[in-house]
């Protein structure tokens, strides 16, 4: 029953206020905030909580290290210097001059590549393999001992092999990524498939279905959180091999960039090459986090 | 009397390495169309295991289930199972979860829209079409366990088995859901194989009542007929003569002749 009231004396104030000089309309609008208001204070105060502390911590961290790294003869440079000589690929992350003399995008862009690759090959293969040793109990055993050995073997352990195999740096990195992501997914799919309770299983059983539907249908969604925890693990672990490979097989990617940045003793160029790995390796993560979240309707175990 | 769900002579054996129990000896009983039987029996005696084999999840070491003088050995949905702990399937919703059989078992005699028709229909029979697009997480478990039962239901079985459906809930909660059932019992006259442990359960709800004696080597022990008419009020029945001797006679087995022993 307010409302009218409330339009009515709005436009009453609004219609001698008409002038461009006047805040009138603004005054209005403060007496009683629309809902809709009152909805996005919440929401920014809500935000702020998350994002100011990190903030503060990050501001207090960055005056630090300046304080510490400004002195002449310091082996690092502070942030303000980071800045300072790095402007140009911060700005302009596109060029490409040829060869390996390329924006940080295009350097990023071919490391994310290589790792989708790897990555989806490896989650392919991991959910297909910790399938069959969750639900095979031959397959366990035949598998299983296997798999213990072999995910213990660091990644860059991999890397001369694969490059006498494939002779090629592309996919031997990708290789690379592979082996490095496969484990987790095998070994989180599997515990997922076995940990599916029986009373699904009769569930299957009195309805009929068949073999394709109990796995879509039941095996995969049971499993999905377990399977998710995988994935995460992986992509994390893709990411951070990622990056010693390609210090090593050279050419366009983030990881030799940095190398490349040492040899020329551009140091600030690493500190803001690391930043930028640490960005897309935190991003990656939360993508498959929100990825579980929506195929697995809230059930994962996050 | 004609025998609608026959089980015949049925022995059940576990064998784990050399250590070999015997479960279940000679079970033979036959019901009838439409009748509500319960099995009734100390924890541990096998009843579980008696509808498994029924249900065809478990397969008997000798003799068999005869359903309208077809042997059954697997599992199907012409036995539908409530389960114990519910049993749905937490990322579908309630919808989903009957649609689940009702997809299955009239995928070539039902159209789309006929099947949708029919999961909310047996959604209605259990008063839970309001809540169709929850998922089970949302749901209390007494609603949870009528889900569970639409799902049987909607299933058209030719016998339904309840594997003791009110045993995790709360005795307000129960005695609601069992009017329900004998309400729907009442109405579509579905034959029923009830697991209990519960001997006011058991009397209110059956036409027979199959009391097991302890196992190893469970037996049938003693079949009581309820002979109390039909539709049962549960506050008459609790000074009915009739009732308070059945009940009479349920207790005297379970608790004197067959007293739950603790395995020494």
Redesign the interface.
């Known amino acids: 029953m307010t409302m009218p009231a409330i339009k009515a004396e709005a436009t009453a104030v609004a219609i001698p206020t008409a002038s461009p000089t006047s805040a009138a309309p603004v005054v209005t609008m403060t007496p009683r905030p629309a809902p809709r208001a009152e909805k996005y204070v919440k929401m920014g105060k809500e935000i702020a909580v998350r994002v100011v502390p990190p903030l503060i911590v990050l501001a207090l961290l960055m005056l630090f290290w300046e304080l510490v790294c400004r002195r002449t003869g310091s082996t690092l440079p502070p942030p303000s210097r980071v800045f300072k000589d790095t402007k140009e690929l911060i700005f302009d992350p596109f060029f490409d001059n040829g060869g390996i003399d390329k924006g940080l995008f295009w350097h990023l862009s071919a490391s994310l590549q290589r790792v989708a690759y790897g990555y989806s090959i490896a989650a392919i293969v991991g959910i297909a393999l910790g399938t069959l040793v969750g639900q095979s109990v031959w397959a366990m055993r035949g598998l299983d001992p296997l798999f213990q050995v072999l995910r213990t073997i660091p990644p860059l352990a991999w890397l001369p092999l694969s490059l006498a195999a494939f002779r090629d740096g592309q996919p031997s990195a990708i290789f690379v990524i592979f082996i490095t992501s496969v484990w987790p997914i095998i070994i989180n799919t599997a515990v997922g498939i076995r940990n599916i309770p029986q009373d699904y299983r009769n569930v299957a059983a009195v309805v009929q279905l068949n073999p394709l539907e109990f796995f879509s249908k039941i095996m995969i969604p049971a499993a999905a959180p377990y399977i998710f925890t995988g994935l995460r693990i992986g992509i994390g672990l893709s990411w951070l091999a990622i990056v010693a490979a390609e210090m090593l097989i050279g050419g366009v990617g983030i990881g030799f960039f940095i190398w490349d940045a040492w040899n020329s003793s551009h140091i600030s160029e690493i500190i803001l090459a690391l930043f930028y790995v640490g960005i897309i390796g935190f991003v990656l993560d939360r993508l498959i986090a929100g990825l579980a979240k929506v195929v697995t309707r809230g059930t994962a175990l996050n | 009397m004609h025998a609608y769900l026959k089980l015949d002579h049925i022995d059940k054996t576990f064998t784990r390495g050399n250590a070999t129990t015997e479960v279940l000896k000679d079970i033979s009983l036959t019901i009838a169309k439409g009748e509500y039987v319960s099995i009734i029996g100390h924890s541990g005696c096998g009843k579980s295991t008696l509808l498994n084999i029924v249900?065809?999840?478990t397969g008997a070491t000798n003799g068999g289930v005869l359903l309208e003088n077809r042997e059954v050995n697997?599992?199907?949905?012409d036995?539908?199972?409530v389960?114990q702990?519910h049993?749905l399937?937490?990322?579908?919703t309630v919808y989903e979860n009957v649609k689940?059989?009702v997809d299955?078992?009239f995928s070539s005699t039902k159209s789309r829209a006929e099947r949708d028709a029919w999961v909310m229909h047996n959604l209605n029979l259990v008063q839970m079409a309001h809540a169709k697009d929850k998922?089970p997480?949302e749901i209390s478990g007494g609603m949870k366990q009528r889900v569970g039962i639409a799902r049987a239901l909607a299933?058209e079985p030719k016998v339904l088995l309840l594997d003791e459906p009110f045993g995790a809930l709360d005795a307000l909660t129960r005695a609601h859901l069992q009017d329900s059932v004998m309400a729907l019992h009442q109405k579509l006259g579905n034959t029923i194989l009830m697991i209990t442990h519960d001997v006011d359960e058991a009397v209110l709800l059956s036409d027979r009542i199959v009391m097991m004696t302890n196992g190893p080597s469970a037996r049938i022990g003693e079949v009581l007929e309820v002979p109390l008419a039909r539709p049962r009020k549960r506050l008459e029945l609790a000074t009915n003569p009739g009732y308070l001797k059945c009940r009479q006679r349920v207790l005297e087995f379970l608790y004197e002749r067959h007293r739950f022993v603790e395995a020494a």
């Open positions: 249900a065809g999840l697997s599992p199907g949905p036995r539908a199972v389960f702990n049993s399937l937490p990322w579908l689940l059989g299955k078992v998922r997480s299933m």
